[in-house]
Nanobody
Framework: QLQLVESGGGLVQPGGSLRLSCAAS????????IGWFRQAPGKEREGVSR????????NYADAVKGRFTISRDIAKKTVYLQMNSLKPEDTAVYYC????????????????WGQGTQVTVSS
């Protein structure tokens, strides 16, 4: 059973940085797309970034390009989301998820989800 646990959320001022971590267990080749998603109050869940866990290819939503960086440490079985130049509109619960190999940023392509971590950007 593939399990995901997020950490690293918190309160940060606009322009600040946070690094989210997603610790995973039970990886399989079939579910090697690891994505970060977010959901703000009253809004739909949206894709932020994804990485192929074994190959390392990445994709980003336009809203975060140039500010967020996704990476993984295979030895630690962890995927990271480095978030810089944070804006109030980045405030949301952030989830990591595992999807079918090759999945991009569609919520429906991801089967396994973590419990989420709150990110609040406010002065």
């Amino acid at each position: 059973q593939l399990q995901l646990v997020e950490s690293g959320g918190g309160l940060v001022q606009p322009g600040g940085s946070l690094r989210l971590s997603c610790a995973a267990s039970g990886f399989t080749l079939d579910y090697s797309a690891i994505g970060w998603f977010r959901q703000a109050p009253g809004k739909e869940r949206e894709g932020v970034s994804r990485i192929d866990y074994y190959v390392g290819t990445t994709n980003y939503a336009d809203a975060v390009k140039g500010r967020f960086t996704i990476s993984r440490d295979i030895a630690k079985k962890t995927v990271y989301l480095q978030m810089n130049s944070l804006k109030p509109e980045d405030t949301a619960v952030y989830y990591c998820a595992a999807g079918i190999r090759g999945a991009l940023l569609s919520v429906n392509a991801y089967r396994y989800w973590g419990q989420g971590t709150q990110v609040t950007v406010s002065s």
